[in-house]
Every structure is written in structure tokens, then in C-alpha cells.
């Protein structure tokens, strides 16, 4: 059977749906070696999407037209031509097609929160999430929280999406705090204790209110704690070079850019805590993957956070700056509390891989259209 799958944001930097598509296609070759995988690549084909090809994928480029052309026009035809049994459309579907597809929903922003988005992109990512949860045969969420509000919402039925959570890389783990803190100083010149946030500058991860929270911390406290901020700039963060003259902190904040996310490791292992108070989140990878490396935790109550969470984070209003800086000064000056975080993260991350996360897609693909399983994954499904 020949099964199809979009390749839309691996090589792009982005974020939790460049995580998911690259750790599935990844767990594939490995639980899957019974398909025929026919990648149908939005953007230039990386060197780990080429090295698939070795195997049982087979990598369709489409990534010379407008996205929107090979999207709507280009793509039902190819999937026509390659006898394409299904497909899976892991991020956005087509806006038309008769090939069977199943759909992943990774976050209900779009609808309730339209103001974090540039409205170009709004305009074209809305139909066609709702196009794939009306019309995909299965739609698979990445939390019960986007679940939820899908059917609450949307009137998408219950029955016809199940809830698939995210995964975490296994090298997600505790570095000894001896060895993270002489590579963060030698590498990034960070000598001081410090407060971390990674993931895109962007209005939802709520950088401006964080950073007015670090400032009530430092002026409660004369702390010589340092704020250190991971991740690239974006349309929407225009306004925090403003922010950080506003509050004073141009010498307390270190904003590091892009930090490669196989060194992420040693900025949990080392950090006095990883701040997420996030105005909303489909999944949250960064969540899981700092408490793998034994980060005490700052998270928002807010969507799909306190599910992910399950009780091994500080929870706050992300709409309070007294409580995030209430969570920091808790957090600095409790080493038992600090502590405690860090082991109920740790176990609480265990939950989560990117193995079971592709065992369950396989399942779905077995349960919905009757994709046959292979050895190697009947024995895990019976496991």
C-alpha cells in the first residue's frame, strides 16, 4: 500500500510542526519498513528528507511552484498518479482532493485568538484547517484541549478525532549542572544564574508580560538573576528592544537568537527555571522538553498547558504579572520547591516519545484505512 504524507516545515525552523513531521517520518523507517511512503515536500528537500529515500520513502519535490498552486493544483494529480492509497496531512490539507486523507490538528489559535497571527496567513490557515477537520477521515489532535474545543466549537464530532500527544527527543535529558554550566559559559559567554524561555518571539509565547514579571522579580528582590531568551525574532516582537529600555533590563536580558535544539539540553539543565507562561498552546513541546532535562517548570493554567503539565509545573495566570513573578521568587529562593519540580517533571515527561507517538499514527492508519501492520509493529501494538 502507498501512503502519502505533506512535508511542509522540516528544514524551516519551525517550532513544534517541524518536530512532529521530522520525528514521524523519523520513528517510520524504523516501525513502518513495510510501506511505501511517498513524501510530497512544500519546502527544498533537506539532507534528512534525502536520506529517507535510501529507504522506503520516496520524495516528490515541490517546492519550485507557489505553495498555494502545488498545494490546490499540482498535488491532487500527483496523488492521483502515484496510486496513493491515503495521505496524511500533517499540518494544512489541500484545499480540494478525492484522495482519503488524515488530518493533524495542532492548535486552536487560529479561532480564538486571530490576533496572533499576521492576517495574510490568517486568511489562508483557517479554511484549511476547517477543510481538514470537516473533510479529512479522521483527524488525530495533539491534545484533549484542542480536541475539545474542535468539538465544542467547530461541531466536529467527537468520534471522528482522537487525541495523539507529541513526543520528546531522547537526548531531552538532565545534563550534569557541572558540565552545562562551563559549555553555556564558554560557548555563550552565560556566567550567571539565569531565568530561560525557548521557542519563537511571538505575541502568544507573552514575551512583553514575562519580561514586566522579570522586573517586578528584580525589584522585589535585588536578584542577580538573568533573564536568557532563546528563539528568533518575529514580525510580532517588533516592539522589544521598546520593552527592555521601558523596564531597564538591556543588561539583564541575554536574547541568545536561534540556539540549534540539540544544545537546548544544557540552557534546562543549567537554568534556575524555564518560563512558559504562554497566552495558549496547542501541545506545548517546549513544556515537555525542558522538564526531561530537570528544569523546574513556570507554565501557563491556560489551554492544553495544565493537561501536558498534569501537575509537575508552577501553574499561573499568564495574564498576571504578579503571579509569574511570584513564581520566581518562589522558584529562586526554595531549593526544596526547585527541587520537587524538577523530579515531577522529569517523571512526568517520561510519558511522552516520539516512538509511541508514530505507533499510534500507525494504529490510526491501520484503524481508519486499513493499513496492514508489520511484524515489528504488531508486536508493539500487542506489547
Known amino acids: 500500500m502507498k501512503v502519502g504524507f505533506l512535508v511542509m516545515n522540516v528544514g524551516k525552523n519551525a517550532g513544534g510542526p517541524e518536530s512532529y513531521e521530522r520525528a514521524l517520518l523519523q520513528q517510520f523507517s524504523l516501525q513502518a519498513t513495510n510501506i511505501e511512503f511517498h513524501l510530497y515536500c512544500f519546502v527544498p528537500p533537506t539532507e534528512f528528507i534525502r536520506d529517507l529515500s535510501r529507504k522506503n520513502f520516496v520524495v516528490h519535490d515541490l517546492s519550485s511552484k507557489n505553495r498555494f498552486v502545488s498545494l490546490a493544483f499540482q498535488l491532487p494529480r500527483l496523488l492521483k498518479r502515484h496510486g496513493i492509497a491515503f495521505f496524511h496531512a500533517p499540518f494544512v490539507p489541500p484545499p480540494f482532493t478525492s484522495t482519503p486523507y488524515l488530518f493533524t490538528h495542532h492548535c486552536f489559535s487560529p479561532y480564538v485568538h486571530p490576533e496572533f497571527y499576521d492576517k495574510a496567513i490568517l486568511l489562508r490557515l483557517r479554511p484549511l484547517i476547517s477543510r481538514g477537520l470537516n473533510k479529512a477521515q479522521h483527524t488525530l489532535c495533539v491534545s484533549e484541549n484542542v480536541r475539545r474545543l474542535s468539538a ?66 528584580l525589584d522585589e528582590t535585588d536578584s542577580t538573576i538573568k533573564f536568557a531568551l532563546a528563539g528568533s525574532r518575529t514580525w510580532a516582537s517588533d516592539d522589544l528592544d521598546e520593552m527592555l529600555r521601558k523596564y531597564d533590563l538591556e543588561s539583564n536580558v541575554i536574547e541568545l537568537g536561534y540556539v540549534p535544539v540539540d544544545k537546548l539540553p544544557y540552557f534546562y539543565s543549567a537554568c534556575e527555571a524555564f518560563v512558559f507562561a504562554t497566552l495558549w498552546e496547542g501541545f506545548g513541546i517546549p513544556l515537555i522538553e525542558a522538564m526531561a532535562c530537570g528544569a523546574p517548570v513556570i507554565a501557563s493554567n491556560l489551554s492544553s498547558l495544565p493537561e501536558i503539565a498534569d501537575g509537575a509545573a508552577y501553574l499561573v495566570d499568564p495574564y498576571s504579572c504578579d503571579e509569574i513573578a511570584n513564581a520566581m521568587k518562589e522558584i529562586s529562593r526554595s531549593p526544596e520547591l526547585k527541587e520537587r519540580l524538577r523530579n515531577l517533571g522529569e517523571q512526568q515527561a517520561r510519558k511522552f516519545s516520539w516512538e509511541r507517538c508514530a505507533r499510534e499514527t500507525l494504529e490510526a492508519y491501520h484503524e481508519i484505512f486499513g493499513l496492514p501492520i508489520s511484524a515489528n509493529e504488531s508486536t508493539k501494538v500487542a506489547q
Open 152 to 217: 465544542e466549537e467547530l461541531n466536529i464530532p467527537y468520534e471522528r478525532m482522537s487525541v495523539v500527544h507529541n513526543g520528546v527527543d531522547s537526548f531531552f535529558q538532565r545534563v550534569p549542572k557541572t558540565e552545562a554550566k562551563e559549555y553555556l559559559e564558554s560557548e555563550y559567554n552565560l556566567t550567571s544564574p539565569f531565568f530561560f524561555f525557548a521557542g519563537k518571539l511571538q505575541k502568544r509565547k507573552n514575551i512583553n508580560r514575562i519580561l514586566k514579571s522579570y522586573r517586578n522579580f
